[in-house]
């Protein structure tokens, strides 16, 4: 495949440039826990464990810039504002589940069987 150039920055197969996307530590949980609709930040901060307000705030504007997500602000007192998924990030939920049940298969077998909790 030719190499592709986005952003100034060459990407060398499919794979690597929808990892750009979706990749990371934190990018999948939002995604997911965006899955069944819009959500406020504090919901969104309280479905996604261990994640800090500035790595949070960090992958809603990257996600946000990648048009993988929108930000709604509603004029109201006091004011709210709901981040939900686009239709590029619909998109990416079969590969997600794919990624998902391939690394359980994987924590089973390294782990002898043993998952330490359901995510």
Do not use: C
């Amino acid at each position: 495949m030719q190499d592709f150039i986005h952003d100034k920055r060459v990407y060398y197969s499919p794979v690597e440039f929808a990892m750009a996307y979706i990749g990371g530590t934190w990018k999948i949980p939002v995604i997911l826990a965006l899955e069944n609709g819009p959500l406020r930040y504090g919901d969104l901060k309280n479905a996604i464990t261990h994640i800090t307000d500035k790595m949070l705030n960090t992958q809603l504007r990257d996600l946000e810039k990648k048009g993988m997500l929108t930000r709604t602000i509603f004029r109201e007192k006091p004011p709210r504002v709901e981040y939900a998924l686009t239709e590029r990030a619909l998109q990416s939920l079969p590969a997600i589940r794919a990624l998902e049940a391939y690394g359980r298969m994987l924590m089973r077998e390294e782990a002898g069987g043993i998952i330490e909790r359901d995510a």
